[in-house]
């Protein structure tokens, strides 16, 4: 019997009270991370919220009701809030992905003139923080008329050096051959594209997406600047300028936030593995 | 962009000029057999001229210029100017000189630097602990993997609603729970602008730490689970006893996994902006605490309307970033080639 084995082995009897109590650690940590989320929603069902909050915080209210909600569905245009963020997060993401792939498959399978320091133009990009380039960025949609528009929230992001480079990567690890068959047998570098290399890209993709759809969903810097028309708002841009405004309606306020938040929770969990494995893959924050 | 249009190259031309292109460049064979699907597209892999390139890459670049270029170059420019009256005039470094003589500058970056180190010195360790627990977790580590993650994929905004609430003084969830446990003399968080474990500055890291466990804990698992078994394997027949083995083992092979974490800590703690500006708005309350570099960059640009002392934050804050990018380059190709090759 071989010492490996042994080890193992005695690694498997050791485990079931070491485990219990790892996954005890690890219970009681999960639950103070529900905790706020928790009482958030618990609070949000109460009516007495709205007049006197209790001093010991509780989690399930003694007067449960979904008033709270009704109130807030009437005072904000909640359902307004999430076209325009599906709006712009949809279409950013469309744009983002299509040049993110154009451009990836340009620096990794294709032969022209100033390659090399196009595809360094573009990961010069990187190093540009966006706090940078806001401002100009500001009177430029200013200029062009787009303020004050969903568009102006969609345009500056259908482009940028993180996707290129990732898409780059990614297809570059694709074989020339297959490239060079479909060549052959008289492909277009766009027929190519579409029917060859896109479809075999939908890992990278989809982690593109998910961080694509996560930067775009929770910005709340940029819509600050250039949107100022209420019907205009983000869900995200919402919740700032109005869950303080319900303030004294604790109750009302509460639900709000949870209008806001727990839908996108529930579509991440539904969707956690991809998204996680498409954070990890990237390697970078949502 | 018709896919199948022919891009004009050289042979194009030479074929509209009406002259057959000698069968050295351009054999005859190959005209028919391609025709209607573009003869430079189908070869531009191959050391053509491949003008179908600039196609997949030109749109793209057009709009980086406009976004990116453009907009940095403009950053730089107009920092070097002031408004007077209804026009702009070239100032030189003035902007920068009042800037640099003022004390809201070292502020904000004083916050921000404060903000990040604390944030960065909590999150980092915790996260190590809990990853090392979590992958020795055999069965069911995937829902409580997701309920450490799920304030990340709350935005920042949504975050500081909900902390707001639950750092209120007389009835939020944090104190109610002191309350609770007959704790009379609760701190008053988020109104106490005093530095200190119980002031604003403090209730603020307890939030980021809380958003951004998740994330930090992800980041180590994945550098835990490269680690290679027969190392540990090879340690435990030799009698190394567990601590021995973390820090001879673990600790080193997770360097890398540090060194990303410290940088891509850093440029968020740079660039916070979304929950101190819902809890403290442009002002950084109470008192300036929660000001950080990105929400005084916000205030000069866009409450006070000084463009152009905006933009030579803007300025400032890219060439901190910059220099952090570069200071981790240089750590990174240090680990790599310096010291001895890790097995990854």
Known sequence: ?286 | MDPAAPVPGPEAKAEVAGTPAPPALSPPARAPRYGALGRSGAFAGGGRSGLVWYVFVGPAFLLLLLFVGYPTFETFRQSLYEQVGTRQKFAGLTQYTQLVHGGDLWHALWNTALLGFAYLVIVIPLAVVLASLLNKVRHGSAPLKVIYFLPQLTSSVAVAIIFNYVFEPDWGLLNGTLHRFHITSTPLWLADPRLGFTGSRAAVTVLAVWAGLGYFMLIVLAGLQSIPVDLYEAAAMDGANPILIWRAITLPSLRPTFVFLIVTGAFDAMSRFGDLWTLGGPGGSPAGSLQSIVVFLFQTGFESGNMNRAAAVAVILFCLMLFVTFASFKTVLASEFGGRRRAR
Not at chain 1, 40 to 69: E, H, V
């Open chain 1, 1 to 286: 019997m071989s010492a490996v084995g042994w080890i193992r082995r005695s690694r498997r009897r050791t485990s079931f009270v070491s485990q219990l109590a790892i996954v005890g650690v690890l219970s009681i940590g999960a639950l103070v991370m529900l905790l706020p989320f928790a009482w958030m929603i618990g609070t949000s069902l109460s009516r007495q919220a709205d007049i006197a909050m209790p001093r010991l915080p509780r989690l399930w209210p003694p007067d449960p009701s979904f008033f709270n909600y009704s109130v807030a569905l009437q005072n904000l245009p909640l359902v307004r809030y999430y076209t325009n963020s599906l709006i712009v997060v949809g279409a950013s993401t469309a744009g983002y992905l299509l040049f993110s792939a154009l451009t990836g498959y340009a620096f990794a399978k294709g032969r022209f003139r100033g390659r090399q320091i196009l595809f360094v133009a573009f990961l010069m990009t990187l190093i540009i923080p966006f706090e940078t380039r806001m401002i100009p960025l500001y009177l430029l949609m200013k200029d062009i008329h787009l303020n004050d528009s969903l568009p102006a929230l969609i345009v500056p992001f259908l482009v940028g050096g993180f996707g290129t480079f990732l898409m780059r990567q990614y297809i570059s690890t694709i074989p020339d051959d297959l490239i060079q068959a479909a060549r052959v047998d008289g492909a277009s570098e766009f027929l190519i594209f579409f029917r060859i290399v896109l479809p075999l890209c939908m890992p990278a993709l989809a982690a593109l997406a998910v961080l694509n759809i996560l930067w775009r969903w929770n910005d709340v810097l940029w819509p600050l600047l250039v949107i100022s028309d209420p019907n205009k708002y983000t869900v995200t841009l919402g919740l700032a300028f109005e869950g303080h405004s319900q303030g004294t309606y604790t109750g009302v306020a509460l639900a709000t936030a949870t209008i806001a938040i727990v839908p996108v929770l529930i579509v991440f969990v539904i969707l956690q593995r991809r998204i996680i494995s498409g954070i990890t893959m990237g390697g970078v924050k949502g």
